[in-house]
């Protein structure tokens, strides 16, 4: 089944404690970006991958960072996480310009 | 600076009726523009992408369509049903591998 899977689905952790959270494309698709859904802000774009080893940032990179190692998967990483970085994040892929699938969506709570 | 902007915010509509969302867009640069649905609690799901080239696209009960020039895109639901309920965002991409900027939705509530 063509799918974008996020782990995990739902995080809680405390401030300063570095995580990573997953996502992986098997649709061998070249564009992967993360959003961040916020209640009246609506969804943002953190970052992007046009390809392997290409990432550039989005209207909100602070804070995080992201890597392409790989074409299916594109983690992303909080360093030091924030309180102001609870939200609820979404990875998604596409061929280039083309019509963008989502993955379930990962709940990050940081006391 | 894109900037995106769906009205309305909120819509409530009886079963059955058609009906119209609206998205607009302020820089007519763009490479595509897609529809996604979103449940409450849930990811989303796409609906209909339309590429700048085209004028509209339609899936079933559904279509969009696109003019660049004015900047909008409308999605048409026909024959609405309560199993329509949800937020419908539009998202426009500015170039084949460029940023992507989404409204903030439109929720609507098909009362049965």
């Known amino acids: 089944e063509a799918q974008v899977t996020q782990n995990p689905r739902y995080l809680i952790t405390v401030t300063g404690k570095k995580l990573t959270v997953t996502c992986s494309q098997n649709m061998n698709h070249e564009y992967m970006s993360w959003y961040r859904q916020d209640p009246g802000l609506g969804l943002r774009q953190i970052y992007y991958?046009?390809?392997?080893?290409?990432?550039d940032k989005g209207d909100v990179p602070e804070g995080y960072k992201v890597s392409r190692k790989e074409k299916r998967n594109f983690p992303l990483i909080l360093e030091s996480p924030s309180p102001n970085q609870t939200s609820l994040y979404f990875c998604a892929s596409s061929f280039s310009g083309h019509e963008q699938f989502f993955g379930p969506g990962t709940r990050l709570t940081v006391l | 600076k894109q900037e995106v902007t769906q009205i309305p915010a909120a819509l409530s509509v009886p079963e059955g009726e058609n009906l119209v969302l609206n998205c607009s867009f302020t820089?007519?640069?763009?490479?595509?523009l897609q529809w996604f649905r979103q449940d409450p609690g849930k990811g989303l799901t796409s609906l209909l992408l339309?590429?700048?080239?085209?004028r509209e696209q339609t899936s079933g009960r559904l279509n969009a369509s696109l003019d660049k020039s004015s900047g909008r895109s409308t999605l048409y639901i026909a024959a609405s049903q309560p199993g329509d309920s949800a937020t419908y965002l539009c998202?426009?991409?500015?170039?084949?591998?460029?940023?992507?900027?989404f409204g903030p939705g439109t929720s609507l509530s098909v009362i049965p």
């Open positions: 820089d007519s640069a763009i490479y595509n």
């Open positions: 991958s046009m390809n392997v080893e290409v990432t």
């Open positions: 339309i590429q700048s080239s085209q």
């Open positions: 998202a426009v991409m500015e170039t084949s591998y460029d940023k992507v900027i």
